[in-house]
């Protein structure tokens, strides 16, 4: 039995369309998430934001436990190993909300996954290709930084033992034929991440016909990033006590030898090309991803 299950809400509009949805929360420390979603609920209950095609599927906390917390998660990591699990199989709290959230990704046409994370850092998007239609949703969301190739990255790091740690909310999302993004809105604690979420939700509105709404409710001071993608080149885990030799950011340059990261019996990580490092978690946990590192393609 799960003690505490994710809240689901859906706005139906008369008209054709195809289905959104918007998960926050996946990880419970992510608060930006939750609040941008909130904001879009409540002008759409309002009569705000009027939708009017297709469908609309809100889940503002997807990890209650995680979020109630403040943790990242209880158990398992949510958005690792995202699929239903047969019953004999379910340990962990977070198994359970896979087989509540796993039947809204199944129906969906797209999702828009928010988040945020721990270096500082501004907001950008996973995507795992460059199909034309997979990059048309993403430049929609108004934020020019890409980031492709997670799920190959992590998965082909020989260090990761079960390939299918790999599958996440937007990865299970493509198994059934949805196009789907991650959204990283920027730090955890930046005072504008919750900003780059809502207009991204509005944004995704607009370009898949779902709603009508006044100009004004856009954000028009949203902070501007280069425009450029990340083609994720490879992943390291944190397998023992070690620390960063610095406090990387998120984007850093990186040059080919640059060390990285030294674990306390001395054993070096260094960059194994120029490129740039992607999520750094410097107080990561063991068996967890430390860094992820990619190269630079100009758009």
């Given at each position: 039995m799960i003690d505490k299950k994710p809240e689901i809400f859906t706005f139906e509009g008369a008209g054709k369309g195809p289905v959104l949805t918007v998960f926050g929360a996946v990880h419970g420390n992510e608060k930006?998430?939750?609040q941008a979603i909130r904001r879009i609920m409540?002008?759409?209950e309002s009569g705000d934001i009027q939708v009017?095609?297709?469908?609309?599927?809100?889940?503002?906390?997807?990890?209650?436990?995680?979020?109630d917390g403040d943790v990242r998660f209880v158990e398992r990591n949510l958005n690792r190993f995202f699929y239903p699990k047969p019953k004999d199989e379910i340990t962990h709290y977070e198994d359970n909300l896979d087989l509540v959230l796993c039947p809204v990704v199944e129906k969906t046409d797209y999702l828009l996954d928010l988040h945020s994370y721990t270096s500082p850092g501004g907001a950008f998007i996973f995507l795992e290709d460059l199909s034309q239609k997979s990059v048309a949703f993403a430049e929609c969301l108004g934020v020019p930084r890409m980031v492709y190739g997670w799920a190959a990255a992590l998965s082909?790091?020989?260090?990761?033992?079960?390939?299918?740690?790999?599958?996440?909310?937007?990865?299970?999302?493509?198994?059934?034929?949805?196009?789907?993004?991650?959204?990283?809105?920027g730090q955890h604690k930046h005072p504008r991440a919750a900003d780059v979420g809502f207009q991204a939700i509005l944004n995704?509105?607009?370009?898949?016909?779902?709603?009508?709404?006044?100009?004004?409710?856009n954000i028009a001071d949203l902070p501007e990033e280069r425009s450029y993608k990340v083609k994720m080149r490879g992943s390291r885990l944190k397998l023992r006590d070690g620390d960063f030799t610095r406090d990387w950011k998120n984007m850093d340059p990186l040059k080919k030898g640059d060390v990285i990261a030294r674990?306390?019996?001395?054993?070096?990580?260094?960059?194994?090309?120029?490129?740039?490092?992607?999520?750094?978690?410097?107080?990561?946990?063991?068996?967890h991803e430390w860094?992820?590192?990619?190269v630079e393609e100009e758009v």
């Amino acid at each position: 039995m799960i003690d505490k299950k994710p809240e689901i809400f859906t706005f139906e509009g008369a008209g054709k369309g195809p289905v959104l949805t918007v998960f926050g929360a996946v990880h419970g420390n992510e608060k930006c998430g939750p609040q941008a979603i909130r904001r879009i609920m409540k002008l759409i209950e309002s009569g705000d934001i009027q939708v009017t095609a297709g469908k609309v599927v809100f889940v503002p906390v997807c990890n209650p436990r995680a979020y109630d917390g403040d943790v990242r998660f209880v158990e398992r990591n949510l958005n690792r190993f995202f699929y239903p699990k047969p019953k004999d199989e379910i340990t962990h709290y977070e198994d359970n909300l896979d087989l509540v959230l796993c039947p809204v990704v199944e129906k969906t046409d797209y999702l828009l996954d928010l988040h945020s994370y721990t270096s500082p850092g501004g907001a950008f998007i996973f995507l795992e290709d460059l199909s034309q239609k997979s990059v048309a949703f993403a430049e929609c969301l108004g934020v020019p930084r890409m980031v492709y190739g997670w799920a190959a990255a992590l998965s082909s790091n020989d260090e990761v033992i079960d390939k299918k740690q790999a599958m996440g909310t937007t990865e299970y999302a493509r198994e059934f034929g949805a196009l789907s993004l991650t959204l990283e809105c920027g730090q955890h604690k930046h005072p504008r991440a919750a900003d780059v979420g809502f207009q991204a939700i509005l944004n995704a509105l607009a370009f898949l016909k779902l709603a009508k709404f006044d100009d004004t409710l856009n954000i028009a001071d949203l902070p501007e990033e280069r425009s450029y993608k990340v083609k994720m080149r490879g992943s390291r885990l944190k397998l023992r006590d070690g620390d960063f030799t610095r406090d990387w950011k998120n984007m850093d340059p990186l040059k080919k030898g640059d060390v990285i990261a030294r674990y306390d019996d001395g054993e070096e990580i260094t960059a194994p090309e120029d490129g740039i490092i992607v999520l750094p978690k410097r107080d990561q946990q063991i068996g967890h991803e430390w860094f992820f590192w990619g190269v630079e393609e100009e758009v």
